[in-house]
């Protein structure tokens, strides 16, 4: 009988505190939302390659792509997002809405949120665990929309940024060459400057030709003069002759000072048309990088707009109908098992050790291996006559 009471003592033991646990526990449950990632060249930006020699980059290893990704989803600030937008008070009611209180959700909710690589596929699942559906539901859904807004920032903003940064830095170089290029030849466009130092040594070519035969002619003329000076009869000639000689005169100065500022003139073409050239060049290239960098913009522009296309949801959260967690009467089922393993452990342990046979003590002196030593007397108990 005492075996008996002994297995319902050490049943109701173990019983009592899992049915206790299993009243205080909660059914939890699993939201998730499913990510697709895709990876190609064709979701790698390469420029026009009319305005640039930049060649497409590797796309890279798929595997260390996701797991990038993943690394980025699995970020406490993230969780901490979701936590803000969903409401402290509403996902754990038991958290002081302090910063202290915030940590503490935040490393809590991270516990209870599992990111993983869908094996065979190209999709990441993030699930988050709580023991109200709905919540859950919309914890998932706003840690993902937080990890697309953050890869938006990254991504995007941060590129666009430094385009538009790059773009007008750009643009105030540009400026700066042409007003460099109007104070070098009193306009922007250096086009007509080769065209006009060509004109101009066409001019010097000339402008020798015709006043080689202005001299050739006034030599002519002298000895033509020279001649009607020794002649009788020939004033009216001379006089002819030496209009003419004043006429040739006129002409070969007026030759020689054209071409003295022909030959000024090319002097300066020879000296501002290498600086031009450099200038041109330079209004060229930077002509071409702004062109680039507003392509760049526009591309990233348009990426914003309309999204990541490698990266899309494909399934959003919604609250699960099923816990993942056992119900309650599987719990109570377990619970009965435990506790009946336990009362009928205590039950056959009481039972072998009350079938050992017990031996008295007589059985127990006289027992092998067992040694009796004597005791002598003590002081008071020996003889008188001994004691005296």
């Known amino acids: 009988m005492k075996r008996i009471i002994l297995a319902i003592v050490v049943f109701g033991a173990t019983l009592t505190p899992m049915l206790f646990v299993i009243k205080q526990s909660k059914p939890m449950f699993e939201a998730r939302s499913l990510v697709s990632f895709a990876l190609g060249r064709e979701y790698v930006y390469v420029p026009d390659p009319s305005l640039t020699d930049i060649r497409a980059p590797n796309a890279g290893d798929f595997q260390g792509f996701v797991n ?3 690394l980025l989803l699995d970020n406490p600030k993230l969780v901490r997002r979701a936590i803000e937008k969903v409401g402290l008070d509403r996902i754990y009611p038991d958290m002081p809405d302090t910063e202290a209180g915030l940590v503490g959700a ?3 909710l991270d ?3 599992m990111i993983e690589l869908i094996t065979g596929s190209y999709v990441v699942k993030v699930s988050v665990f709580h023991n109200n559906p709905v919540i859950a539901a919309e914890l998932v859904n706003a840690l993902v929309e937080a990890f697309l807004d953050h890869r938006r920032v990254m991504y995007t903003e941060r590129e666009l940024t430094t385009i538009t940064a790059r773009l007008e830095k750009a643009q105030q170089e540009a400026e700066e060459i042409d007003a460099a290029l109007i104070d070098l030849l009193g306009g922007p466009d250096a086009t007509g400057l080769q065209i006009e130092y060509e004109n101009s040594v066409r001019d010097e070519v000339a402008l020798n030709a015709e006043l080689r035969e202005a001299r050739l002619n ?5 000895q033509r003069m020279t001649s009607f000076e020794h002649r009788l009869g020939a004033e009216a000639e001379a006089l002819e002759t030496e209009t003419a000689i004043e006429e040739a005169q006129s002409r070969i100065s007026y030759l020689e000072q054209e071409h003295r500022q022909t030959q000024e003139h090319i002097a300066e073409l020879s000296e501002v048309m290498p ?5 041109q060049a330079r209004q060229g290239a930077q002509t071409d990088r702004i062109a680039e960098l507003d392509l760049r913009l526009r591309d990233a522009r348009a990426v914003e707009v309309s999204g990541f296309d490698n990266v899309r949801v494909i399934e959003e959260g919604t609250p699960p109908i099923n816990p993942v967690s056992m119900s309650p ?8 098992i435990v506790a009946g393993i336990a009362g009928f452990a205590a039950y056959m342990i009481a039972t072998l050790l009350g079938s050992r046979p017990k031996k008295t003590r007589e059985e127990d002196l006289h027992a092998p291996g067992v040694t009796v030593m004597k005791q002598s007397p003590r002081g008071d108990d020996r003889p008188a006559h001994l004691a005296r």
Do not use: V
Not at 218 to 222: A, N, V, Y
Not at 329 to 336: G, P, S, V, W, Y
């Open 218 to 222: 006034l030599i002519s003329l002298q």
């Open 68 to 70: 990038a990704e993943m």
């Open 275 to 279: 600086k031009a050239r450099l200038l």
């Open 106 to 108: 935040t490393i809590r």
């Open 111 to 113: 516990e209870s949120t």
């Open 329 to 336: 009467r599987t719990q109570f089922a377990i619970a009965l």
